[in-house]
């Protein structure tokens, strides 16, 4: 069974910067999409960056040029560097992926969420 694993999420001031890292565990044939998403308290999920496997990659307006996206398809693991937080950017950010099996339909798998908190 494939799973996420996420971890790299904390408390930092603002303009401080916080690292995520998501790893695809298990018997994976291949991951199409792979991105990062985020909740705060009383909003919606939100897209902040996803990357293809071919490393395409897309951001929210309100991260750009603050957050990158990259992968390393070889480990099967998504990395977010976010550089300049802002306490806007607080919230749960959750891992996820395009899960393509050998012999059945794609899905997507969600990782378990990070908590990251900025203050002002």
């Known amino acids: 069974q494939v799973q996420l694993v996420e971890s790299g999420g904390g408390l930092v001031q603002a303009g401080g910067s916080l690292r995520l890292s998501c790893a695809a565990t298990?018997?994976?044939?291949?991951?199409?999409?792979m991105g990062w998403y985020r909740q705060a308290p009383g909003k919606q999920r939100e897209l902040v960056a996803a990357s293809t496997s071919g490393g395409k990659t897309n951001y929210a307006d309100s991260v750009k040029g603050r957050f990158t996206i990259s992968r390393d398809n070889a480990k099967n693991t998504v990395y977010l560097q976010m550089n300049s937080l802002k306490p806007e950017d607080t919230a749960v950010y959750y891992c996820?992926?395009?899960?393509?099996?050998?012999?059945?339909?794609?899905?997507?798998?969600w990782g378990q969420g990070t908590q990251v908190t900025v203050s002002s």
């Open positions: 996820n992926a395009r899960i393509v099996p050998r012999y059945s339909d794609s899905y997507d798998l």
């Open positions: 298990g018997s994976i044939f291949n991951i199409n999409a």
